[in-house]
């Protein structure tokens, strides 16, 4: 069982990715924020809770995210591994994330982040926002704010991966082959 964490500021590439990568290795890829929004397009109370912090690039609080999540993992009994996208973005998600995995004997395998830099981030979450619907992505201030969050609240999760020495960087930007090949290669090698 091996389980990654695709890692990197919004709009690096990482459900774009996943979606390649869990056919390729045969893990499940969970993404929180589409989760999320699934929640919200149903308006269940658990996305009611989650919308405001959405739209103002915030996160979510950490037991809503992590309940949210463990469920996920838990209706998928069969699965190989996960790949973890938008999860974990804080250092108390990643603590109650390794102690769920040790319960069931298991951990992180991998960490890999994608490199891409603050105004590329900004023109591809713009660009996206004009189809993806997405009230998040449509706002240069709120991505902005997104971008902050990522520094501050969500970046200590890779030196917290770095110090159980399975985190590591790759560069995102390139065509969506090239970076697929430099993850494929960086999973093998896991
Ligand atoms: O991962 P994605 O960029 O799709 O997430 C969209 C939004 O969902 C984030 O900007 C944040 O508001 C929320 N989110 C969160 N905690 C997570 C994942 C997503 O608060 N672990
Ligand atoms: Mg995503």
């Given at each position: 069982m091996k389980h990654l964490i695709l890692f990197g500021p919004?709009?690096?590439g990482k459900g774009t990715q996943a979606k390649q990568l869990e056919e390729k290795f045969e893990m499940v890829h969970i993404s929180t924020g589409d989760l999320f929004r699934y929640e919200i397009g149903n308006e269940t109370p658990l996305g009611l809770k989650a919308k405001s912090f959405i739209?103002?690039?915030?996160l979510v609080p950490d037991e809503v995210t992590i309940g949210m999540l463990q469920n996920k993992v838990n209706?998928?009994?069969e699965a190989k591994g996960f790949i973890f996208d938008g999860f974990p973005r804080t250092i108390p998600q990643a603590e109650a994330l390794d102690l769920f995995l040790e319960g069931r004997g298991e951990c992180i395998n991998g960490l890999i982040a994608l490199k891409v830099?603050?105004?590329e981030i900004v023109q591809r979450l713009l660009e996206r926002g004009k189809t993806s619907g997405r009230a998040d992505d449509s706002n240069e201030a709120v991505i902005r704010n997104r971008?902050?969050?990522y520094k501050e609240q969500t970046s200590p999760v890779y030196d917290f991966y770095d110090e159980k020495n399975v985190s590591?960087?790759?560069e995102g930007v390139g065509s969506i082959e090239a970076i697929f090949e430099r993850l494929s290669t960086a999973i093998e090698a896991l």
């Open positions: 919004p709009g690096s739209d103002a690039g915030e209706m998928h009994p830099d603050d105004e971008i902050d969050v590591q960087e790759i």
